[in-house]
Structures are given as structure tokens and as C-alpha cells.
């Protein structure tokens, strides 16, 4: 019974794990590949696929050297093409011409953060879906974190924002640590069209953009369910469907098989499991037990250590530091201010909050709080950038004249991402709320 079982469960993940499916997801929606004509096998007539994410040897006059395919480092050959292009003219899933369907014609939004790579082009034919999921996979990207967080800490409700930034960064930090140890491949492209390539250069497993856009709007309703007034219905319904849309996102975008996107749903939702009873706890920690300081960096510190002990870089290695980073620095910004007396956590006589009304006067001041906040933190984030990549190419002997290519270098990438970010997290929850007491804003 229980062998049973066991396979089954086992045919079932390798069934969901097909990338068949998740083309033929992109299909449905709309999402056409301009895939190359490629040799064929003698005795089959069909095409070879390119497994992304996967490393090969290749032979180059008697001597093999390592061609990384998607994830990892790259070697000396050239970047797979993830889209691709036949001559010039583009050759249509149906054999139509790219005369006929120039004006469906797209290209992924950023090149692969690791390679430069700037993709191939792609086919949409349902506008509509292109542009929900593509908001739908900014849910979880680096520029929608910059965005809210500070938002939710400036204008709505500090408590909320730190303690959901420590659920974040725990699932980054517990999600790509996992992907580096697993090391499974992006879906393959072909059949998979690849409308996203910025993230290609990492593995999938699971995917770490289903586990914020699960941790966060669940996190969230966590959190605000009866601190502020609000139907529980109307609460749950929109933490779904955040969830869902990014979840779905991944798979439109060919970054993830529809596997790895549930793997990363139950993820999260076990980690928030966790977290969920003892984050009070480790909030109070923070602001006022002395050892605070001491405990957070040398948390963090060593977490990052045990992340990058791994013996093959990828990107993930930069976004586990870069949430360790800004982790650590709120966390210890959240400490400066319970000492300081600057926290304005409202009372708990004063719960459920209710959201005030909306006038011009609120508008204003709000925006003023973000706009200048978020001014703050990207010139922050910039000055801090110029001084640490340059120190750190210094450092270990690097030349710093190209800071792409000095960034690929592991101990220059990570350090340079913690330091940094930690520096803006302790921005958006210390320095920017003085700025704004300066500024009568607060």
C-alpha cells in the first residue's frame, strides 16, 4: 500500500514537472515561440532541445572545457539562444511569417542578470494575459520589495512591515538555499518559451517567487486580521489572489514547471506555519534585549555563510545575501529605535485600527513620505554601490573597470549585496523616519 502510494506520488510529481505542460499553459494564453529549424536525429526526424540549465562538455580540438547552459557560471562558448531566430525571418509555431504576425511580436523586458543575455523574441497574441502576468511576476521582484515595504512602514503600519520583512527574508534565505541544493534546471526551452530570461541563470527548484507571493499577502492578512477592521473574506480572498496570479505568472513566463510553483506555495505556507506563533517574540527580541545587535548580525552572518558554502555560483547566491542584508539591517534599525524612544506603535487600546479617511492633506503627506523615502533609499543604495564594489575589487585584487563582470565574481558579488542592502534596510526603518521628523512629516 504504501509502495504504492510512494510511486504514485512519484509519477505524479514527474508528470507535473513535464515541460510540456507548461508550454502548452503558454499556449492557451496566447504565447508563441519563433524557435529555430535544428539538425535532426537520423533515425527519429525530431529536433533536439536545449535543456537549460544543464552542463555540458563539449569537445574543442581534443580538449573539453565547460559550457554552462542557463544556470551557473558561463564558460567560454557563447550564451544558448533561449528564444530563438531563423535567418531574418522569423518562422511562427504555424509556419506563418513574421510579415504576418510582426505586429504579436515581443521581446523579454530585461536581459539575464547573470549573463547579459537579451533573450529571443516571442509571439503574444492575448495582450491582456502578457501584461496581467507580467505585473503578476513583478509581485515578486527586487523593484516591487523597494517599493512596498518602505510604503507599508511610512504610511500604514511599522509594526506590520518589519516583522513581514523577517518573514521574507526568511523565505528568500530557506527558498534559494534550497534551489542551490537541489539544482534542478529551468523548464527546456524548446518547448518552453522563455518570456523572461533576467532570471534564467539560476536553478528552479522550488520557485522563490511563489514563495514571497505566497509569504507576503498571507503574511500580511496574518498580520492585519484584526489589528485593522476589515471582513475576513474580503482580507483572504485578496491574499489568493495575489498568490495566484504570481504563482500562475512563473509558469506563463517559462521560468518555472508547474510542479516547482506548487512545491513553492506549500513551502511558504509551511514556513509561515512556523513563524506565525513565535513572530512577536522575535520582534520583542529585537528592540529591546541588549545582546540584540550581537544576535542579528552574527545570525545573519552566519546563515549567509552556510548559503555560500555551496560549490557553484548563481544568482540566487546574490538575492539570499541581499534579503540577509536588508534583514539584518531593519533588524537592527528596529533595536536603535525601541532604545531611542522613536518607535509609534499604536497602543493596543487603541486596535482594531481603522484606515483614516481620505483627504487631500493625507494624499499629500503620503506621497511626500514615499517620494522622499524612496529618494533617500536610492541614493543611498547608489553611494553605497560606487564605494563598496570599487573596495571590494581592491580588496581581492580585481579590476573594477567593468562592474558587470566584477560582480560575477563571487566574493565581490555577496559581500557587496549584504553590506549594501543592509545599509538600506537600516535606511527605510532609522534614518528615513528622522528625516521625516525633521521634515514635519512623521
Request: aromatic share 12%.
Amino acid at each position: 500500500m504504501a509502495k504504492d502510494f510512494v510511486k504514485t506520488f512519484v509519477q505524479l510529481c514527474n508528470y507535473l514537472q513535464e515541460p510540456r505542460h507548461v508550454a502548452s499553459f503558454q499556449n492557451f494564453c496566447g504565447v508563441k515561440g519563433t524557435f529555430p529549424a535544428k539538425p535532426t536525429k537520423p533515425d527519429s526526424g525530431l529536433s533536439e532541445p536545449d535543456f537549460s540549465g544543464l552542463r555540458k562538455r563539449v569537445q574543442h580540438g581534443g580538449q573539453s572545457s565547460d559550457v554552462s547552459v542557463g544556470n551557473g557560471a558561463t564558460g567560454d562558448a557563447p550564451a544558448p539562444q533561449v528564444n530563438g531566430m531563423q535567418g531574418d525571418k522569423t518562422v511562427g509555431p504555424d509556419g506563418a511569417t513574421a510579415a504576418a504576425i510582426d505586429s504579436a511580436r515581443a521581446k523579454p523586458l530585461r536581459k539575464n542578470s547573470l549573463t547579459g543575455d537579451m533573450g529571443q523574441e516571442f509571439l503574444i497574441h492575448n495582450k491582456f494575459l502578457f501584461y496581467l502576468f507580467t505585473f503578476g511576476t513583478e509581485l515578486g521582484n527586487e523593484m516591487f520589495f523597494i517599493i512596498f515595504f518602505p510604503f507599508l512602514f511610512w504610511n500604514i503600519d511599522a509594526l506590520v512591515s518589519r516583522r513581514l520583512i523577517v518573514v521574507w527574508a526568511w523565505n528568500l534565505f530557506v527558498g534559494q538555499s534550497t534551489k542551490d541544493m537541489v539544482r534542478w534546471s529551468r523548464p527546456a526551452s524548446p518547448p518552453v518559451v522563455k518570456v523572461e530570461v533576467f532570471y534564467n541563470s539560476e536553478y528552479s527548484m522550488p520557485s522563490t517567487h511563489a514563495m514571497t507571493g505566497t509569504a507576503i499577502p498571507f503574511c500580511l492578512f496574518m498580520l492585519t486580521y484584526g489589528r485593522w477592521q476589515y471582513p475576513f473574506l474580503f482580507g483572504f480572498f485578496v491574499a489568493l489572489s495575489w498568490s495566484v496570479l504570481v504563482c500562475v505568472s512563473r509558469v506563463y513566463m517559462g521560468m518555472h514547471s508547474i510542479l516547482e510553483v506548487i512545491t513553492g506555495f506549500l513551502y511558504s505556507l509551511l514556513i509561515l506555519a512556523f513563524f506565525q506563533p513565535i513572530l512577536d517574540k522575535i520582534d520583542s527580541f529585537y528592540m529591546m534585549d541588549h545582546f540584540a545587535p550581537l544576535v542579528i548580525i552574527v545570525s545573519h552572518v552566519s546563515l549567509g555563510l552556510v548559503a555560500f558554502s555551496l560549490d557553484s555560483w548563481s544568482t540566487s547566491r546574490g538575492d539570499t545575501a541581499q534579503a540577509l542584508g536588508t534583514g539584518a539591517g531593519a533588524a537592527l534599525a528596529t533595536h536603535v529605535n525601541y532604545q531611542l524612544g522613536l518607535l509609534a506603535d499604536p497602543p493596543l487600546s487603541s486596535l482594531p485600527l481603522t484606515l483614516p479617511p481620505i483627504s487631500t492633506s493625507l494624499v499629500v503627506v503620503s506621497l511626500l513620505r514615499f517620494l522622499i523615502g524612496v529618494a533617500v533609499i536610492l541614493v543611498t543604495r547608489m553611494v553605497m554601490k560606487a564605494v563598496t564594489i570599487p573596495f571590494l575589487c581592491r580588496l581581492f585584487e580585481l579590476p573594477s573597470d567593468d562592474v558587470r563582470q566584477a560582480r560575477q565574481h563571487m566574493k565581490v558579488e555577496l559581500p557587496y549585496r549584504y553590506i549594501v542592502y543592509s545599509v538600506v534596510g537600516f535606511s527605510c526603518v532609522c534614518v528615513v523616519p528622522l528625516f521625516f521628523r525633521i521634515l514635519n512629516l512623521a
